[in-house]
């Protein structure tokens, strides 16, 4: 059982710092933009956009801005029992965890919507929280098994799969781009997502474009057919299925600005069997 203490959202704060002292609670951090540098277990790293670092309870740890560059980030303080403990085992074994995060947009997307339902004391929040949470634990645990037996070469092509799509996501990808662009197979590049992420290049593709649509419909003013148009549907009832399969909301309800939150990757593929790119 995991029992979140705080979320908290720094926002490019000048002189941040904190003295050292050990934490009470298990720490989450995600870092979206800056730097900052955190020294513990006679160790200095330094954490910048993309970024996660996972500090068990009871490390010594200090930290503060890189030089004059201010950052951003979320982080979360936590405990943890049960089999949610015996979980995060892996990232406690050399006293703490960091890595840089594959599905950073989705990332940034699930710790945004903690922090607002953290401070959204309604009915069933608790709970909403802590899945969300189990959500974000789940990736980092993911990533450490990743680091443990992917190779370099497979990590650093999907480093380049991912640098692709996040930066042509507003085209109508394919399959067949995606191997054009590594020079491999389409079958190598389905196993290599499955392999590395646990998902397709499909399910990966759609979190993407549903990350950027959520964000153009609460802040850029463009009409719903304008977003589908943008992120290259070929037609505006397909995106709103891909919407909805991946929050449980019509684009409409998120631009009225109902809170979302994404279905679980399970949940989704089970809804979506019937929607192809």
């Known amino acids: 059982m995991l029992s979140i203490k705080s979320v908290i959202y720094d926002d490019r704060i000048e002189n941040w710092s904190i003295n050292d002292k050990k934490v009470p609670h298990h720490i989450l951090i995600f870092v979206t933009s800056g730097k900052v540098v955190y020294h513990l277990l006679d160790q200095v790293v330094e954490l910048k956009q993309g970024d996660v670092m996972f500090i068990p309870a009871g490390t010594s740890r200090s930290c503060q801005n890189e030089d004059k560059e201010l950052h951003q980030k979320y982080s979360t303080h936590f405990t943890s029992t049960g089999n949610a403990d015996a979980a995060l085992a892996p990232l406690r074994a050399n006293g703490f965890f960091t890595c840089k995060i594959q599905n950073e947009i989705y990332f940034k997307q699930r710790f945004s919507v903690l922090l607002m339902q ?5 009915s069933g929040n608790e709970l909403i929280c802590e899945g ?21 070469v497979k990590q650093d092509l999907m480093n380049r799969l991912q640098s692709y799509i996040i930066h042509n996501h507003c085209k109508p990808l394919r399959l067949s781009d995606l191997a054009d662009h590594i020079e491999r197979s389409p079958n190598h590049v389905t196993k290599l997502f499955k392999e590395t992420l646990g998902q397709t290049p499909v399910e990966y593709i759609r979190q993407v474009k549903v990350s950027v649509a959520c964000e153009l419909l609460k802040n850029s003013g463009m009409t719903i057919a304008e977003i589908s148009d943008h992120l290259g549907f070929c037609e505006q009832s397909h995106f709103h299925r891909v919407f909805k399969t991946c929050t449980g909301l019509a684009p409409s309800a998120v631009q009225k600005g109902h809170p979302v939150a994404f279905m679980p990757l399970r949940e989704m593929i089970l809804r979506s069997r019937q929607i192809y790119y």
């Open 132 to 152: 969300i949470l189990t959500e974000l634990l789940g990736w980092v645990i993911q990533e450490h098994s990743r680091k443990q037996g992917v190779s370099a």
């Open 118 to 122: 953290w401070f959204n004391q309604t």
